[in-house]
């Protein structure tokens, strides 16, 4: 029995050195106990390289998030910091972007006329933007990308 289950769940031959008695018995067990001892820590030192892995690099399989709105004014309650601006969706949900490091395109509806090379002071309110960016760990949006797809129109 000893031998059928050290082939099966060792990998290891009976060896033929060991005899019958009582003595190669305690031995032959011995044996299974320390094989299997070492198997059980690869296991958990393999399982535990893969977590690790898995932790480390989960942020580099982090799915960036694209949504669409018009670039409101800050609610009366929010400061505004510098290179941030509030986008509010076709759902009414206000989120807050930073946009100092993105970016800034013009998408093909805006007129040649209207076009110029900047980065996020070309960000105003009123206009429709089209949003590429991702969250940090405090659910943060960072964009990498802001496409302007409607010029602001003139508010009174």
């Not at 082939?7 to 018995?25: A, E």
């Not at 009366?76 to 946009?99: A, C």
Request: hydrophobic share 40%; aromatic share 8%; net charge positive.
């Amino acid at each position: 029995m000893i031998r059928v289950m050290r082939r099966w769940f060792f990998g290891v031959k009976h060896s033929s050195r060991l005899g019958s008695g009582s003595f190669s018995q305690s031995r032959d067990n011995t044996t299974i106990a320390r094989l299997a001892s070492e198997r059980v820590m690869g296991w958990k030192l393999a399982r535990g390289l893969v977590v690790f892995l898995l932790l480390v690099l989960a942020p580099a399989f982090a799915a960036d998030g694209m949504f669409q709105g018009t670039v409101v004014d800050p609610p009366t309650t929010e400061p505004s910091p510098p290179g941030w601006i509030f986008v509010k969706g076709g759902n009414r949900l206000l989120r807050r972007v930073e946009v100092s490091h993105a970016r800034v395109t013009f998408g093909n509806q805006v007129p040649a006329s209207q076009r110029r090379s900047c980065h996020s002071e070309c960000i105003e309110v009123g206009q429709v933007v089209r949003i590429l960016a991702d969250q940090d760990s405090q659910g943060e949006w960072r964009a990498k990308q802001v496409i302007i797809l409607e010029v602001a129109t003139n508010r009174t």
